[in-house]
Nanobody, 124 residues
């Protein structure tokens, strides 16, 4: 069973930066490189929304384009999210998600594997 563990969240002032990491394990019959990996976030009272996706290439939600960078290290089974120029509206619980496919849909219900989340709080 694939397991994902996020880290790197915290509290920062607006304009600051954070780097999130997500380490995967349990790839008994597959490999990390075969998975579409994504970051989603959920703020209190709001629906979970996609932030960034990576398979061969990467895509971003319009709200974070130019500020966030998603990357992966397949040798280390690790996914990253570099977040720069953070805004108060980026405050949310951030989740790492995996889908055993090279296709990365934006709908969170299509992802079978999720981490427990890491909190990001940006003060203005």
């Amino acid at each position: 069973q694939v397991q994902l563990v996020e880290s790197g969240g915290g509290s920062v002032e607006a304009g600051g930066s954070l780097r999130l990491s997500c380490v995967g394990s349990g790839y008994d019959y597959s490999s990390f490189s075969e998975y579409c990996m994504a970051w989603f976030r959920q703020a209190p009272g709001k629906e979970r929304e996609g932030v960034a996706w990576i398979s061969g290439g990467s895509t971003y939600a319009d709200s974070v384009k130019g500020r966030f960078t998603i990357a992966r290290d397949n040798a280390q089974n690790t996914l990253f999210l570099q977040m720069n120029s953070l805004k108060a509206e980026d405050t949310a619980m951030y989740y790492c998600a995996a889908r055993h496919s090279s296709y990365c849909p934006r709908t969170p219900t299509t992802y079978a594997h999720w981490g427990q989340g890491t909190q990001v709080t940006v003060s203005s």
